[in-house]
T-cell receptor, first 116, second 109 residues
Framework: EAQVTQNPRYLITVTGKKLTVTCSQN?????MSWYRQDPGLGLRQIYY???????DKGDVPEGYKVSRKEKRNFPLILESPSPNQTSLYFC???????????????FGPGTRLTVL | GQQVMQIPQYQHVQEGEDFTTYCNSS?????IQWYKQRPGGHPVFLIQ?????EVKKQKRLTFQFGEAKKNSSLHITATQTTDVGTYFC?????????FGDGTTLTVKP
């Protein structure tokens, strides 16, 4: 089944404790992206990657890191989480880099993160 | 940077009534996508519009892209309870995706 998976689905942590949220897709997509969703603010892009070893900042990259060492994986790293990073996080992937051709984004199920 | 405004934020309708959400961008878009997110779920792609003035239909849903490629709309005819959820538009430009804040639709049976 074609899908985007995220782990963990739920996470409660404390300020300053490094964490990684994994994202994996099995559709051989070039494009992957991370979003955070907060009430009333829609989806805001954190980082995106057009291909392996290529990553770029979205609108809200502060406090986050990403890497794209393999095509299928795009982990989101919070080196020192803070309470304002409490949010619902979505990973997404797309066949073509956004803006070129048909580029439906497939979203993962989401990771609900609480930072105390 | 690119901004995408979406109105209204909430819409409550009686089942059978029509519904429209509007999306406006501060810049010209290369394309626009629409997504639906059911309560507790993740966004699911509905459609992408690329051409100026484009109109696409999916059963009771009609999507329009403005002539200047800076605005778009989603219209649902005769809403059903299965239409509940939040509808997002998204503008894309060279990898960067900017989503509207969404319109949350509730349908009273």
């Amino acid at each position: 089944e074609a899908q985007v998976t995220q782990n963990p689905r739920y996470l409660i942590t404390v300020t300053g404790k490094k964490l990684t949220v994994t994202c994996s897709q099995n559709m051989n997509h070039e494009y992957m992206s991370w979003y955070r969703q907060d009430p009333g603010l829609g989806l805001r892009q954190i980082y995106y990657s057009m291909n392996v070893e290529v990553t770029d900042k979205g609108d809200v990259p502060e406090g986050y890191k990403v890497s794209r060492k393999e095509k299928r994986n795009f982990p989101l790293i919070l080196e020192s989480p803070s309470p304002n990073q409490t949010s619902l996080y979505f990973c997404a992937s797309s066949l073509f880099p956004t803006g070129d051709g048909y580029n439906e984004q497939f979203f993962g199920p989401g990771t609900r993160l609480t930072v105390l | 940077g690119q901004q995408v405004m979406q109105i209204p934020q909430y819409q409550h309708v009686q089942e059978g009534e029509d519904f429209t959400t509007y999306c406006n961008s501060s810049t010209t878009l290369s394309n626009i996508q629409w997504y639906k997110q059911r309560p507790g779920g993740h966004p699911v792609f509905l459609i992408q519009l690329v051409k100026s003035g484009e109109v696409k239909k999916q059963k009771r849903l009609t999507f329009q892209f403005g002539e200047a490629k800076k605005n778009s709309s989603l219209h649902i005819t005769a809403t059903q309870t299965t239409d509940v959820g939040t509808y997002f538009c998204a503008g894309t430009n060279a990898g960067k995706s900017t989503f509207g804040d969404g319109t949350t639709l509730t349908v009273k049976p």
